[in-house]
């Protein structure tokens, strides 16, 4: 009924009619401060794409004059909202299974006694998580990816486990490579650094050597991640060893994520700023002088509200006051299914308005442009402009505030990635009787 399908591959194609085209034309890089709330909206847009690559954009009395568009396949969006596809920034797709015992013994637990922010990190992933065969880890992870193309994401970033051996790493990384462009762009993040065998475990000197020497640059010649990322225990430090990888990683060349500050306070905001790092994740506990921190660099606040809303913590992230103070805000679902177990884009644009207090318009270009940036993807992706990938949704709604406005609702009518349709929403059946016309608004 709400199937994957595949069409247009190749050739013209004209999306003409839309009522609201959210083209968030504009500077190359974020969107920071009132530049967040312009979408550079066109009102009966319509957008020309050429083998998957936008050719122009503009009112569609322009663009169906066009030579070119006089024989191209016509998508009509009349009444639609047209927007950039998704772009989900942070995510774990490899999992051995969900996390439900704890699931409901946290939610057990939370009746009868408080819950401090000690309590409520999950569990790290198991070594259990060895034991699934790589195929499984890839037929698992593409039903993921599937929901997610559902939902309008067609870029999406993806990490190994955290605290697990290299060679399962390894072997997770294999299989989001293998997933990458088939059909959506899976970006692998390496998240480390990896446990320890026995041998390197005490030696300091040892496991800097073994990171820069051996480790990273095997995983780096065989192509295997775009981005280091590491993530710090709660109430913990930055220590030696996380400075080495993330010195080792630099040296060669990969840039560098954080997840900083999401059960408390753990100063790795700082040190994110202090590496360049390219985004700052999650940022739950980051205080006032952390915000103007990070306003000042070029790091990209990636926030995750729907960790916050399954773990049933008392925190979001001061998403409000990064953006007045200046900050370049993302938002993603991170998806994991341990911790933040949905992959809805649009449930995370509904989130940032309830409970982080954005505008509509900030909450786009936070999943779409400022997302795409988070991967140094905003030259493909994020808007809708000439020589970006044709990465488009079409909506079931005439003004795209309805996005948050209808919550927990999947407002896409159509996917499209590079030209082509991964997704068309599929007919209901029903007794005329019972739903004349299929229309709401005669009931």
């Not at 309805?402 to 927990?408: L, N, R």
């Not at 896409?412 to 929403?425: F, S």
Request: net charge neutral.
């Amino acid at each position: 009924m709400w199937g994957i399908v595949g069409r247009w591959m190749n050739g013209t194609l004209l999306v003409r009619g839309a009522r609201q085209l959210l083209t968030l034309r504009g500077p190359a890089g974020p969107r920071r401060g009132s530049a967040a709330r312009e979408l550079s909206i066109i009102e009966d847009g319509a957008v020309l794409v050429r083998e998957g690559i936008i050719q122009e954009v503009g009112p569609s009395r322009r663009l169906e004059n066009l030579a070119e568009a006089r024989s191209a396949r016509v998508i009509d969006a009349s009444g639609r909202v047209v927007m950039p596809a998704f772009v989900d920034s942070h995510t774990h797709l490899a999992f051995d299974r969900p996390a439900l015992d704890s699931f409901e013994a946290r939610l057990v637990k939370a009746r009868g006694t408080d819950q401090g922010p000690g309590d409520t990190e999950p569990e790290p992933v198991s070594d259990q998580l060895a034991a699934v065969s790589a195929q499984r880890l890839q037929v698992r992870a593409r039903r993921i990816i599937g929901g997610m193309v559902r939902h309008g994401t067609t870029t999406v970033e993806a990490k190994s486990p955290c605290r697990v051996s290299a060679s399962l790493q390894f072997k997770v990384l294999r299989v989001l490579k293998s997933l990458d462009r088939d059909p959506i762009d899976v970006v692998p993040t390496y998240l480390g650094p990896p446990q320890f065998a026995s041998d390197l475990a005490q030696d300091l000197e040892t496991r800097r050597s073994w990171l820069a020497a051996e480790h990273l640059p095997k995983m780096c010649q065989k192509g295997l991640a775009r981005f280091a990322d590491i993530a710090i225990p709660a109430g913990g430090r930055i220590c030696d060893t996380s400075r080495a990888y993330l010195h080792a990683a630099q040296s060669l060349g990969l840039p560098l994520k954080f997840h900083a500050e999401q059960f408390g306070p753990d100063g790795a905001a700082r040190v994110a700023v202090e590496f360049c790092s390219v985004s700052v994740d999650h940022l739950n506990y980051l205080d006032g002088e952390g915000i103007r921190l990070l306003a000042r660099s070029d790091a990209i606040a990636t926030l995750i509200p729907g960790n916050v809303f399954h773990l049933g913590l008392d925190r979001f992230p001061p998403a409000r006051q990064l953006i007045d103070e200046g900050a370049a805000v993302a938002l993603a679902t991170g998806f994991s299914a341990h911790d933040s177990p949905t992959y809805s884009m649009p449930l995370v644009v509904a989130m940032a308005c309830a409970q982080l207090h954005m505008t509509p318009a900030e909450a786009i270009a936070a999943t779409t442009i400022n997302a795409a940036c988070a991967l140094r993807l905003g030259h493909q992706a994020g808007s809708i402009e000439p020589g970006k990938d044709a990465d488009l949704l079409l909506l079931n709604a005439s003004d795209y505030r309805e996005i948050p406005y209808y919550f927990g609702v999947n407002p896409v009518y159509q996917t499209i990635k590079r030209g082509e349709i991964l997704y068309e929403e599929g007919s209901i059946s029903k007794r005329e009787a019972d739903w004349p016309n299929g229309d709401l608004s005669s009931a």
